[in-house]
């Protein structure tokens, strides 16, 4: 028996149930374009904000049960954490979950006795993967929580932080390739600066480079096949942070010859921080060819900071759905719900409706996205606004064909006098929204 021992397995129901522990339009064996539910969204819990987080806020203390977190956690609180969190992924039945080295560990204070209780937990959850067949999207080091990493890890001032960083990241690095997982992920929390008075920007760059190119090269030595992934995001904790959304993060993976070893996990709340939308960051990555997972939550469009709320509007979703499925899906990524409750949800069944509206919120937006694709109309709307391209002058100009001169000689000669024409906006907006009907 655990906290979440109460709800009986969460099942599909279909959309007619009363019944508020049951999916109604996720139905994982459902087949959409070939390919089942399941299998297109790979959902994950997250165990941080679901287990290591009791509800605490700056201004005020913990409100959510959760018996087994303290100012120390003790080996036997990290048991019993994880009994609890594979409870609750296998009754939900989400196939994935992620985490933080430190949310599922014994607290430690060195090195070895970070290695060593790292270790501990790594051979229980393994065990529990076993058991209960749930497995690990992607796993991370916490570079940010503690005092040490105030300045950073990879970008601090001080070199013995990065070599701690370095420790924490070898170890999570290699306990998840040892678990299987299919990615690893890199959030730069503090990897930015509060200001540029006393920061050395160019150095604090060469240093995440550095570190990075050092995470890639040990991912080859030990075969960990996975994807290696950074999270971009704006700010918060710092000021400005260096991989603030997937063009910067573009940038930078370009400076350091790491464009083919890196790609991004994306997360929709970073992405409206940054002040851009979600579609964006998603169709950006898989043009960059640096696409890899997506942190699936939401912001609140009142508050400037990252709220991490469930999902539960299909239809902002849908147009990042068409990119993904017209891009054929994940390949090692997933949707990771980087979610939290709100302060006062305090009952442990909170927790299920929480993810259950989310996960019906992605089969939604899947089913629209794949209705959409299906009718093709608007592949065929942006395929003849661009068809002028295919003609024999956009050839030239795009095969490098005709030089600056010569082409402006050619509209000279030719008067060329284009009429304008519609981008038909509204039509590919009703396109999107007249397909949400799950
Ligand atoms: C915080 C990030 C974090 C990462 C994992 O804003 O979203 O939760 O996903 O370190
Ligand atoms: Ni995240
Ligand atoms: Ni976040």
Excluded at 58 to 72: E, H, N, S, V, Y
Excluded at 84 to 105: I, N, Q
Excluded at 243 to 269: C, M, P, S, W
Aim: proline fraction near 4%; aromatic fraction near 10%; charge should be negative.
């Amino acid at each position: 028996m655990t906290l979440f021992s109460d709800v009986a397995p969460i099942q599909f129901e279909g959309p007619g149930t009363d019944n508020e522990y049951a999916y109604r339009v996720y139905d994982k064996n459902r087949e959409v374009l070939g390919k089942r539910m399941e299998d297109w969204l790979r959902c994950a819990v997250c165990y941080w904000h679901s287990f290591n987080w009791p509800g605490q806020d700056i201004f005020g203390a913990g409100t959510l049960p959760r018996p087994w977190l303290g100012a120390t956690i003790t080996q036997e609180m990290a048991n019993t954490k994880l009994e609890a969190a594979f409870d609750f992924f296998s009754r939900l039945g989400a196939p994935y979950f992620t985490f933080h080295d430190v949310d599922a560990m014994a607290t430690a204070n060195t090195v070895k006795e970070h290695d060593r209780n790292l270790k501990t937990i790594g051979e229980l959850m393994q065990k529990k993967m076993a058991a209960t067949g749930t497995k690990l999207l992607w796993g991370t080091a916490n570079l940010f929580s503690h005092p040490r990493y105030a300045g950073g890890g990879a970008t601090s001032p001080d070199p013995e932080v990065f070599a701690w960083a370095a420790a924490q990241v070898r170890a999570c690095l290699e306990l998840t390739h040892r678990l299987g997982g299919q990615n690893y992920v890199l959030w730069g929390g503090r990897e930015g600066y509060d200001s540029l008075l006393n920061t050395d920007l160019k150095r604090e760059l060469d240093h995440y480079g550095r570190f990075l190119s050092m995470v890639v090269e040990h991912k080859h030595r030990i075969g960990f096949k996975g994807s290696i992934l950074i999270e971009p995001k704006p700010f918060e904790p710092t000021k400005h942070q260096y991989d603030r959304d997937v063009a910067a993060v573009y940038a930078f993976l370009q400076r350091y010859g790491l464009t083919k070893e890196v790609q991004v996990n994306i997360e929709v709340n970073h992405a409206t921080l940054a002040g851009l939308e979600f579609d964006h960051e998603v169709t950006a990555a898989l043009t960059y060819g640096i696409f890899g997972s997506i942190d699936i939550n939401r912001g609140d469009d009142r508050n400037g900071w990252d709220t991490d709320q469930f999902p539960n509007n299909a239809q902002s979703l849908v147009s990042a759905f068409v990119a993904l499925i017209e891009a054929g899906g994940f390949t090692h990524g997933g949707f990771n719900f980087d979610a939290k409750l709100r302060r006062q949800s305090v009952d442990p069944a909170d927790l299920y409706l929480a993810h259950i509206g989310g996960i019906d919120t992605l089969a939604r937006a899947l089913l629209a996205g794949a209705d959409v694709v299906n009718r093709r109309k608007l592949t065929q709307l942006k395929k003849t606004r661009y068809q002028g391209w295919d003609g024999e002058l956009g050839q030239r100009i795009e095969q490098g064909k005709i030089d600056l001169a010569a082409l402006a000689d050619l509209a000279g000669a030719s008067n060329l006098q284009p009429a304008p024409r519609s981008g038909h906006q509204e039509l590919a907006e009703s396109l999107i929204a007249r397909e949400c009907k799950y």
